[in-house]
């Protein structure tokens, strides 16, 4: 039985994971999943509805799916639909997320849970919303990007609700003009007016009567349009073939521009019956028309892009990162059960989870780069991920070779640390947005950027090590000496790793800046952060090297070598400066700071002597009557 | 004395320290930057040997801190002497002398940039063609004799020696210019913003235009625009007096304050020349960047800004230019885009930035003699690292392999790499 059990435990893990592959059932006979796998164009990239409905709905709410009032939870893919094709129905649900008191003040609506609003509880105050909004937008103007960055709590609350509230309104008519009854009978209507109506405005050019009933028809639908293609979020028109590929339009100005050609693009007939089958309730016709959609557009062209929006679909589906983050949590837990009571199949079950979910994680970051086309980090939310999969993968080889469960809570720590953050990175919006020119290099990233990563991945695994020797020493008797010896070694060895990273990293980062912008080093925050990686870990080499420090030293610098990474990592982005800031995030900052409090009171515990440690007190043998003679001077000593 | 003197400069302590005190540097430097802009903080913390404090209400400069300069100073001849006194050729330091000959070679090549490294910008607007690149910061004050058409005689007076005022002499003219007031920066100000200081000028622009002092800035994206008053004297007397600016002709600046003052002062435009006739002679003079002139032209055919679809986020910006170098024989066309420089001529081209409306091209011109440095310093010090590194984890292998026990009483994997050091100074406790 001892045996089996881990291998069962890992089992039913790996079967919850995959079981997340298998399709989505349709909901009410709506097979919602095949609309999610739709291919749009947005932020520059074709994603499917579903990846639009995601990141919507986590910028508006922070959550990735919305509670009914009754508790029952809508995907995200749902209240995309709902917003997009039954607004009346979608303006119920309380996705708004508001956070400062004195604009609860102001809204006073029921709400849901602490924070969430309806849109209809916002329409009583959009006025009142609207025009605070765009009198500080008004102040700001001429300020830069810099403005949004002064902005108090109050401010911040306020311009989020507005910019949710604008999303959302693009959102609702995206896929028709809001409110739209029928769509579908609307477009036929509009397609026969057309060549009346041409006739009617020729006519008028001519100074020739024209037919009032035709221009005011075609009148109303163009300003009709004109509306909604100034206020659609998504292009969901896919080029014609003989089009540029990148030549998507939204259904406003795909419509407008019928009045040129006189037809219809089958793309919009075709969303406008999704969209009406929705509306009326009618499961058949709405899954009938998604299937004639998909395969027209086969035959003219744009399998690629069918394929790209269902991949990303089938990616977002399985949540590797999600999935990965629960097992590294198990896998800490089974590592520090194991340092109690030393049960190998605890360990064994441990090591065995910690390899699926490094398999998982290594799935999500091999699929992602498959998806984007890029190497695995290219922006902040995917330097926590790859950080993550880095300290996993040396935890694993720490585990294989020191069997003390060490290698099990350093790769679990850090897998879940990181996917947590990457998760709240991941509110401000796509994490596979485009590249600006400059980064717009995979060598580059490949190379400088992937390297410095692996260098802040290995500063953090020495660093937890090290916060492991300093607990287990100095809060319990666990810390036999020669696990503190192992310890030891294997903090000196992540952080020659660690120098080893940083250095070839930065300095191709030199390199880069050399290449794109013509100096090698500009002082920049970034590059300082980097820099200051590298001369911290040369400074524990050297202490080391010069017997300045020994196996306690060792830990606190380490453990300061936290410091050091998360403001390399993330403190400089604070500053809000420089070439690289490229992700501000103020709501961060006190996490840091908290972070950075906990790592220098560990370093004050590390410092303490022996004595005070749990592990260590017995074993030392009774003071000496007073301290030992030193040289007198430093000459003396080296003779 | 002089065994003390081996001794402080070989130690390891005094590397450790030296390294500390440059984290601490680079630290508050980075900081700094959110206050001072990036510009102070170089030259104040990075490019000097000290840094100073001004008590507030004083003139005091009191060293608190080593600068850049200082300690990669100390550190570098740390590194020397350490390896001078401890030469010694054996196969297991080879990594280790790697290393610290890569570092030597990135710190004194660094050193070289700061020093030598030319920066200077072409601004190109498409179908125009340059023969010269301007100082992104030194000014100049440039009299241009034009009389032959054919040929223009550049006089070229720094800035520098514009600041110093007085008379301004030199054999190639035949007038002495006299700085009549000098103002490292200013605003320009309208007809009723006249104060006690300010520039007015009886010819050129400078009639109505005036201009008042304004607080030096030392920010990295905001660059001092001085003014000067000057006054052409013969030796019969005045010849006339001008207001120079760099508003008039560095860009910019003149394409905002033309659009500012558009409506105010109607036909005054500042790209006009300010020139007058001395003895036959036509002269134009202008406070201008200080222009580096090249012995070929480069002209612009074409600048694309791609967009990635339906969006405003920049894909590549690119310029396809046409270098004629007569004397070299080189005549060919070359596109300059992100990432992707022209190397020519001991300079470099990178793609900066652009005119507003894609009007033209604004290329980086980078002269560096030390520009191969770091290439070979970092595959020198990434070697050496490997070299080192593996060298200890196969001896750890090795070592592992034949232990039948896990690793228990075994001495730290930290073979001491410098051996010789841990001689003197205590070892410590902790």
């Known amino acids: ?639 | 004395m002089l065994d003390r003197l081996v001794n402080f400069f070989t130690s390891l302590r005094l590397t450790v320290v030296c390294l500390c005190l440059a984290i601490i540097l680079v630290f508050v430097g980075t900081i700094a930057q959110a206050r001072l802009g990036l510009y102070a903080v170089q030259s104040d913390f990075f490019r000097s040997f000290l840094i100073y404090w001004t008590p507030t209400g004083t003139h005091w400069r009191i060293p608190i801190f080593p600068g850049g300069w200082l300690l990669g100073l100390l550190l570098l001849m740390n590194l020397l002497a350490a390896h001078i006194k401890r030469f010694k050729f054996e196969r297991r330091k080879i990594g280790i002398l790697m290393i610290h000959g890569g570092l030597i070679l990135l710190l004194v090549g660094q050193f070289v940039t700061e020093i030598f490294q030319v920066e200077s910008q072409m601004r190109i607007e498409v179908g125009d063609t340059k023969n010269y690149s301007e100082d992104s910061r030194k000014n100049e004050l440039a009299v241009v004799d034009v009389t032959d058409p054919k040929s223009d005689h550049v006089v070229s007076i720094p800035e520098s020696l514009v600041a110093k005022g007085g008379d301004i002499r030199t054999p190639d003219l035949p007038f002495t210019l006299r700085v009549e007031k000098y103002f490292q920066n200013s605003f320009v100000a309208g007809p009723m913003q006249v104060q006690g200081d300010t520039i007015k000028a009886s010819e050129g622009i400078g009639k109505r235009l005036f201009f008042n002092p304004a607080q030096m800035t030392r920010r990295m994206d905001d660059e001092n625009e001085p003014a000067v008053h000057v006054q052409a004297l013969s030796d019969s007397g005045p010849i006339g007096d001008w207001t120079l600016s760099t508003w008039f002709t560095r860009y910019p600046r003149f394409a905002a304050l033309q659009q500012d003052i558009g409506g105010m002062l109607p036909g005054l435009s500042l790209t006009d020349p300010q020139s007058f006739t001395f003895k036959g002679r036509t002269y134009k003079i202008a406070l201008r960047p200080v222009r580096y002139y090249k012995p070929y032209s480069i002209t612009l055919l074409a600048f694309h800004h791609d967009l990635y679809p339906g969006t405003d986020i920049p894909k590549n910006f690119s310029s396809k230019i046409h270098l004629n170098n007569p004397t070299a024989g080189d005549d060919r066309d070359i596109l300059i885009y992100m990432n992707n420089p022209l190397r020519y001529h001991g300079e470099t081209f990178f793609q900066a930035s652009f005119e507003e409306g894609d009007r033209g091209t604004i290329l980086q011109v980078m002269r560096n003699p030390a520009s191969m440095t770091p290439y070979i310093a970092c595959l020198l010090v990434a070697l050496g690292l490997l070299v080192q590194f593996l060298s200890h984890l196969l001896s750890f292998a090795r070592k592992r392999a034949k232990q039948t026990k896990p690793v228990v009483a075994r001495t730290a994997a930290a073979v001491p790499l410098m051996e010789p050091a841990l001689a003197h100074g205590k070892r410590s406790r902790l």
């Open chain 1, 1 to 639: 039985m001892k045996k089996w059990a881990p291998l069962i435990v890992v089992a039913a893990f790996a079967a919850w994971f995959l079981g997340g592959m298998a399709p989505p059932q349709p909901k009410d006979g709506f097979d919602i999943a095949a609309f999610g796998r739709l291919p749009v164009l947005l932020e520059g990239r074709v994603q499917p509805f579903d990846s639009v409905a995601r990141n919507s709905l986590l910028s508006i709410s922070g959550r990735s799916i919305v509670r009914l009032t009754n508790g029952a939870p809508v995907s995200a893919l749902e209240w995309l639909l709902d917003t997009m094709a039954r607004p009346e129905y979608a303006d119920q649900l309380k996705i708004f997320r508001v956070q400062h008191p004195d604009l609860e003040g102001i809204l006073g609506a029921d709400k849901a849970g602490l924070e969430y609003y309806s849109f209809n509880d916002l329409t009583n105050q959009i006025g009142s919303l609207e025009n605070q909004a765009t009198n500080l937008l008004a102040k700001e103007f001429g300020m830069g990007e810099d403005a949004a960055k002064l902005r108090n709590a109050y401010q911040q609350d306020l311009m989020h609700l507005y910019n949710s509230m604008v999303l959302y309104n693009r959102l609702k008519n995206s896929l028709e003009p809001e409110g739209a009854r029928d769509f579908r009978q609307e477009l036929q209507v509009y397609l026969a007016s057309i060549g009346p109506g041409k006739v009617a405005i020729e006519q008028t050019d001519e100074g020739k009567p024209a037919n009032e009933q035709d221009l005011e028809r075609i009148a109303s639908f163009f300003k009709r349009y004109d509306e909604v293609s100034r206020f659609a979020y998504p292009l969901i028109i896919p080029p014609l073939p003989g089009q540029p590929r990148q030549a998507w339009s939204n259904i406003g100005t795909n419509l407008m521009l019928a009045l040129h050609t006189g037809e219809l693009n089958p793309a919009a007939t075709n969303y406008a019956a999704i969209a009406t089958a929705y509306r009326n309730d009618k499961p058949a016709d709405f899954n009938r028309s998604i299937a004639l959609y998909r395969v027209w557009m086969q035959e003219n062209d744009l399998y690629p892009f069918l394929k790209k929006g269902s991949q990303e679909f089938f990616f977002n589906q399985i949540e590797p990162f999600y999935k990965a983050m629960v097992i590294y949590i198990a896998a800490l837990l089974l590592g520090c059960i194991f340092w109690i009571n030393l049960s190998e199949p605890i360990r064994r079950t441990g090591f065995l989870l910690l390899v699926l979910a490094f398999v998982i994680h290594s799935t999500g970051l091999g699929f992602r780069m498959y998806l984007e086309g890029r190497p695995p980090v290219t922006n902040l939310y995917s330097s926590a991920i790859f950080i993550g999969w880095g300290a996993c993968l040396l935890g694993l080889v720490l585990e294989r070779i020191f069997r003390g469960g060490i290698g099990l809570v350093v790769a679990g720590f850090i897998g879940f640390t990181t996917l947590i953050i990457a998760h709240h990175l991941a509110l401000s919006g796509d994490t596979m947005e485009m590249l600006r020119a400059v980064l717009d290099t995979n060598m580059w990233l490949a190379t400088h950027v992937v390297i410095v990563t692996t260098g802040y991945a290995s500063m953090f695994v020495a660093g937890i090590l090290a916060i492991i020797y300093i607990v287990r020493g100095f809060f319990t008797r666990t810390l036999a000496p020669e696990t503190a010896k192992a310890l030891g070694r294997m903090v000196y060895g992540i952080v020659c790793f660690a120098t080893l990273f940083s250095f070839v990293g930065t300095i191709l980062g030199g390199i880069w800046a050399d290449q794109s912008w013509g100096r090698f080093w500009g002082w920049d925050p970034k590059e300082n952060g980097a820099l200051l990686i590298v001369l911290w870990n040369a400074v524990i080499l050297h202490a080391r090297w010069g017997g300045m420090i020994r196996e306690r030293g060792l830990m606190a610098m380490a453990v300061f070598g936290n410091i050091v990474t998360s403001f390399s990592w993330f403190g400089v982005n604070m500053l809000g400066i420089g070439l690289h800031s490229y992700g501000f995030m103020d709501k961060a900052f006190p996490w840091l700071i908290g972070f950075d409090i906990s790592q220098v009171l560990l370093i004050v515990l590390a410092l303490t002597p022996p004595r005070y440690w749990a592990s260590f007190k017995d074993s030392i043998p009774p003071a000496p009557p007073a301290t030992p003679p030193l040289p007198a001077t430093p000459s003396a000593a080296t003779s």
